[in-house]
């Protein structure tokens, strides 16, 4: 069966790992208080004014891990939540960001799962966006060791980079853009070297939150791969593929306002010798609070 330490492996790759070898199916539209208005195709352009204003989110996945096996069909589900803040600051050829982490859970088939080691929040980090990946700088105000995937806020940090994106600040309908990095991400105890190419394109204008929005679409390839230690095991992973998002950002700032995403991934695991093969099928959703 799929034990907790593959669950919280395996977990651990959505805030990465946004991966289909075929197209995945379209997102559903938001519903209650994030239903956006009927899209718009304007033909003017906006001029964006950055803020360095702090905003309040609330990030939640749902990932559904399925064993790929001649002899048998194990399926689990992982939830995760995270509520966070998140101010950032334009320079020459990258974005400063600057957040906490206020509070994250899991939960593996209904279950909580609690951190091993548990995790100290509220979390504050420091770090760069550059050409779409994020770089962090600081943990609690001390530097992180690179590689280093003992500290489970390394961990825990990983939904929070879905939401950062730094936009064009002259965008108008169909200006697209391509970001492409490669940073060293923690999957448990292992790092990983996470390349990952995301192509946007602006497609109309709408309200969402109460808020006026541009509206852009995302699209994502990625590889990661590492090896390391969980327990008394030495493990290998690999995974990759694409997937696709909706982005909604403010139509004055071009802050964040929400964004949601369903992505499927090919992961491969081998721990002591055994190889295991998953597909990881992900809904995401992000929402500004305030």
């Known amino acids: 069966m799929l034990n907790r330490r593959t669950c919280a492996l395996v977990l651990l790759l959505t805030g990465c790992a946004r991966s289909t070898q075929s197209s995945p199916e379209p997102v559903s539209p938001p519903t209650g208080d994030t239903q956006v208005s009927p899209r718009v195709i304007s033909a003017r352009a906006w001029t964006l004014v950055p803020t360095t204003e702090t905003k309040r989110y609330r990030a939640t996945g749902t990932a559904v891990l399925e064993l790929q096996s001649d002899t048998a069909a194990m399926r689990a589900t992982v939830t995760t939540s995270a509520g966070f803040t998140l101010s950032a600051s334009r320079e020459t050829g990258l974005t400063r960001i600057r957040g906490t982490l206020d509070s994250f859970s899991t939960q593996t088939n209904g279950r909580i799962v609690a951190a091993d080691p548990p995790l100290a929040v ?74 990952a190419v995301k192509s946007y394109r602006v497609s109309g204008e709408g309200n969402r939150n109460g808020a006026p929005v541009i509206i852009i679409d995302r699209t994502d390839r990625f590889t990661a791969s590492g090896e390391g230690t969980q327990g008394q095991h030495r493990v290998t992973v690999t995974t990759r593929g694409s997937g696709s998002a909706k982005v909604y950002v403010d139509r004055t700032t071009g802050f964040l306002n929400s964004s949601e995403g369903e992505q499927q991934a090919q992961v ?23």
């Open 122 to 195: 509220p979390l504050a980090f420091t770090g760069r966006l550059v050409a779409g990946g994020f770089h962090l700088d600081s943990l609690n105000g001390q530097a992180p060791g690179t590689g280093d995937c003992r500290n489970p806020g390394l961990n825990n940090l990983s939904p929070l980079r879905q939401s950062l994106v730094a936009v064009p600040l002259t965008l108008a309908p169909g200006t697209a853009w391509v970001d492409s990095s490669t940073v060293t991400v923690c999957s448990g105890s292992v790092p990983l070297q996470l390349s």
């Open 268 to 290: 491969t695991i081998t721990a002591s010798g055994r190889t295991q093969a998953f597909i990881q099928t992900v809904k995401e959703q992000t929402v500004v609070v305030d």
